[in-house]
């Protein structure tokens, strides 16, 4: 670990050679003011940590509450009644669905496609800015305030459709100019949101690494580990919190419209944006030295160009990357050449996390329809059922991380990140599958009274459980990985590269979605039919489902090829 090196060398130095009882009158004070100093930077190291723990949740439910908001918003919005939804089932009768279903999946799967590839932009654009440019600091400072802008911009359009309802603005409006109106100004919110959150992401836990210097190779990853665990603990604490209370203001009482629904977003994105402005003076903060993006591009260039040219005296001992260090005729150093090796290394793994983001994207999108079609139970109606993968991921990081610990403990090696990694992944898989045996059980019931089918809102849970400890066994796994695999000067970089491919894999989600729509579609003798009909009732669910297992089942595989050849 280039850091650690670094921190060994300036431990050495700095190591008296007086060591004779005749210094001791000389060595005691310097003792005591360097146990001081000790006292004083674990005190830094707890407030900056505290500090960015808060900005997280902060940040995340403003984030999700956004993001709850919208998934409420894709039932209809009635701008012409009292009511802000349009319910998508009838709780005495699930099987009486509204018009406003098929065009649910539809939405979700546009809304999220715009959303995620803004997100992937953004989170590349922030690992540039946090490398290179700006810092990390700075980084995450604009990231707040691009939230705060996106977060006001919702609430003013909150404002400007209650009022409307209640004939008190723009009564001379038709109801086509305010969706205007409204999906334009959502438009520029999600702009300013995506742009927030893809700099947050990408800056946020490598900024909290930087905070804490470890002192062994074997520190480093378990540090590695308590701060993608701690970053994703936080995060769906936030996300908790938008799934279940936010969605409850929204959905459980008519009364409340889109206001309080968008007030608290407001309210997070603001106190984060404050306390990120009024504690700078306590993180560590390294300012970037060069352009580390542009000397990446540059390297890889180089190397291509001036492997060509020395074709005919081409070393097999040396890589391609090689030709770019400057004794071979390049302008970098061994260092910067080693770093950018590192970072090709990690390509791999963040493609095959691809697929996995793809079913995980199936709790905002399949799992949320093929529950508008069962009867909830009356106390968590008015709650998104995302907020039982929340929790299951709360309660799953604790002990992954006391084994983690525990291990380490025993053990002089380091973890083997690619062990959970295929965990995730074919606990994923196991998910997928097990929705489709909900969705057969959901089908086989349809003729039931309502009150018998509330069995399968029970028996639909474990599909979040199973989803929720995925993610942590992979999704935070990834991150571990890009911490502890990542040289720093490129590590916002390695970030931005992994949530472009939990965004792109969940884009990919949509286009998967729309093409077995379109190949399973068959002509029969009642019209035509799909694997994923408009009215699900009337398809085979299951299969798409088996058929997603089936895809990530063949991704471990290749995952597991992958981890023995490195």
Known sequence: MLEIEMFESEVAHQISPCQSSECSPIVQPLNSLQHAFELL??????????????????????????????????????????????????????????????????????????????????????????????????????????TFLGSLMYFALAVIIDQYKEKKIFENLSIKYIHNIYYGGIAIAMLLFTAGSGLHCSNIVPFSVEQVIPS????????????????????????????????????????????????????????????????????????????????????????FTLSRVKSLQRNEELEILDYARSIYGGSHSTEEVRSVKMMLKLLPTFSLLLLFFTLFSQIHTTFLVQGSYITSIPALQNMSSEMYDDVAVIVTIPIVVGIYSLYVTKNTRDINLYTPLQLGFGV????????????????????????????LYILRLPQYILVGISEVLAAVTGLEVAIVEAPRPFRGLAFGLYFMASALGIIISGGIFLVVRVITRREGKQGYTSWICDNWNDGKLYYYFFVLAALMIINMICLIVHSRKR
């Open 41 to 146: 930077e674990r005190t830094r190291k707890k407030k900056s940590l505290s500090v960015l723990g808060i900005i997280v949740i902060l940040q995340n439910i403003a984030e999700y509450g956004f993001t709850v908001n919208l998934e409420l918003l894709s039932v209809g919005v009635n701008l012409t009644s009292n009511n802000s939804l349009l319910p998508c089932y009838n709780h005495s009768h699930p099987q009486k669905l509204s018009p406003e279903v098929p065009q649910l999946t539809t939405w979700n799967v546009i809304f999220y496609t715009c959303y995620f590839l803004l997100l992937a932009f953004f989170s590349i654009l922030g690992g540039y800015l946090g490398d290179g440019k700006t810092g990390r600091l700075k980084a995450i400072k604009i990231s707040q305030f691009l």
């Open 216 to 303: 062994s190779s074997n520190q480093f990853q378990l540090l590695a580990i308590y701060a993608a665990n701690g970053y994703y603990l936080l995060r769906n604490v936030g996300s908790l919190m938008a799934f279940s209370f936010i969605s409850y203001l929204q959905h459980g009482d008519p009364s409340y419209q889109w206001i309080p629904g968008f007030t608290i977003p407001l309210i997070a994105a603001t106190i984060a944006f404050m306390i990120i402005n009024m504690t700078s003076g306590i993180f560590v903060h390294h300012f970037p030295r060069a352009n580390m993006t542009k000397k990446f591009l540059s390297i890889i260039k180089q190397s």
């Open 428 to 455: 994923i898989a196991l998910a997928m599958v097990y929705s489709g045996m909900v969705e057969l059980c959901r089908l086989h019931t349809l003729s039931r009274d309502a009150d018998n089918q509330r069995f």
